[in-house]
């Protein structure tokens, strides 16, 4: 066990999963820093830090964007520290059928919910590789085994992220560093109110907790995955959905 305070960057915090993760890693007393796609939005994320007794900032930071990585990375490394706990949340959908599915929303999910995983994770295992600590939570999908319809795109980005994370959980152990995967089901928010109301009834009935599941309840499986309590888990994936796919 350690006292020190440690610092985690949480990619895409500025509502939803990631922002509860944050509000959650707070609670836990470590300093937060979430990301957010614009100014204003980062401006927002250091608000409700401070409202919610945390410390840490919002930062602006595009995933998709390798400059943009260093740039967040390196103004933490000045103004915090290095992160040892990185949580790769920043996530986008762009669905349709195969048929219908455009080569660039193809690209665009690939790029924002996979290869960011390559670029963030990356560019902080150098810190984590130093402290000789590190806990790395990629927030995966129920859809990375289960598929979806009109999700070909978002469901191999996500399949591909567990498969990431296994390998590099493989490469980075002896460091005590771990990597693993929380795949959500269905949770309530911006991403899935965007689904059809008939969609969402159907939806529903192949979840035996039958509801959908709360940001909070994400956050709580992050919180443990990153905590000292997990030390010995790695290369896993752990499920978070209502039951829907066991
Ligand atoms: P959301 O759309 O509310 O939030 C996504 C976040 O990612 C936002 O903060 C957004 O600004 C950020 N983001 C998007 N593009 C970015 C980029 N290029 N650079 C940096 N940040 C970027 O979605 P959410 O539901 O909170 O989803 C969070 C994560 O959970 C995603 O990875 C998503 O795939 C995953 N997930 C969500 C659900 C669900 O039911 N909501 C289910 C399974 C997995």
């Given at each position: 066990?350690?006292?020190?305070?440690?610092?985690?960057?949480?990619?895409?915090?500025?509502r939803g999963i990631?922002?509860?993760?944050?509000?959650?890693?707070?609670?836990?007393?470590?300093?937060?820093?979430?990301?957010?796609?614009?100014?204003?939005?980062?401006?927002?994320?250091?608000?409700?830090?401070?409202?919610?007794?945390?410390?840490?900032?919002?930062?602006?930071?595009?995933?998709?964007?390798?400059?943009?990585?260093?740039?967040?990375?390196?103004?933490?490394?000045?103004?915090?520290?290095?992160?040892?706990?990185?949580?790769?949340?920043?996530g986008?959908t762009?669905d349709?059928?195969?048929?219908?599915?455009?080569?660039?929303?193809?690209?665009?999910?690939?790029?924002?919910?996979?290869?960011?995983?390559?670029?963030?994770?990356?560019?902080?295992?150098?810190?984590?590789?130093?402290?000789?600590?590190?806990?790395?939570?990629?927030?995966?999908s129920v859809v990375?085994?289960?598929?979806n319809?009109?999700q070909?795109?978002?469901?191999?980005?996500?399949?591909?992220?567990?498969?990431?994370?296994?390998?590099?959980?493989?490469?980075?152990?002896?460091?005590?560093?771990?990597?693993?995967?929380?795949?959500p089901g269905f949770i309530a928010t911006d991403m899935t109110e965007a689904l059809p109301e008939?969609q969402h009834t159907?939806l529903l009935?192949?979840i035996?907790?039958?509801r959908l599941g709360q940001p909070?309840?994400i956050?709580?499986?992050?919180?443990?995955?990153?905590?000292?309590?997990?030390?010995?888990?790695?290369?896993?994936?752990?499920?978070?959905n209502g039951?829907?796919?066991?």
């Amino acid at each position: 066990m350690t006292t020190e305070r440690r610092i985690a960057l949480v990619t895409g915090a500025s509502r939803g999963i990631g922002q509860a993760i944050s509000r959650e890693l707070g609670r836990q007393g470590r300093i937060v820093i979430g990301t957010a796609t614009s100014e204003k939005g980062a401006q927002a994320i250091s608000a409700d830090l401070e409202a919610h007794g945390i410390e840490g900032a919002g930062m602006l930071l595009n995933v998709t964007d390798q400059a943009s990585v260093d740039a967040v990375v390196k103004e933490i490394g000045e103004r915090f520290g290095a992160p040892t706990i990185l949580v790769n949340n920043a996530g986008i959908t762009r669905d349709n059928l195969l048929l219908r599915l455009k080569e660039e929303d193809w690209d665009a999910v690939l790029d924002t919910n996979l290869k960011s995983v390559f670029r963030v994770s990356k560019t902080c295992l150098r810190g984590m590789t130093k402290a000789r600590f590190g806990r790395i939570v990629n927030i995966s999908s129920v859809v990375a085994t289960m598929g979806n319809l009109g999700q070909a795109n978002y469901a191999a980005a996500k399949a591909g992220m567990e498969g990431f994370g296994r390998s590099l959980a493989r490469e980075v152990a002896s460091r005590n560093i771990t990597v693993n995967s929380v795949a959500p089901g269905f949770i309530a928010t911006d991403m899935t109110e965007a689904l059809p109301e008939a969609q969402h009834t159907a939806l529903l009935g192949n979840i035996p907790l039958a509801r959908l599941g709360q940001p909070e309840e994400i956050a709580a499986a992050v919180g443990f995955l990153t905590s000292d309590a997990a030390g010995y888990i790695t290369g896993e994936t752990l499920q978070v959905n209502g039951g829907m796919n066991m």
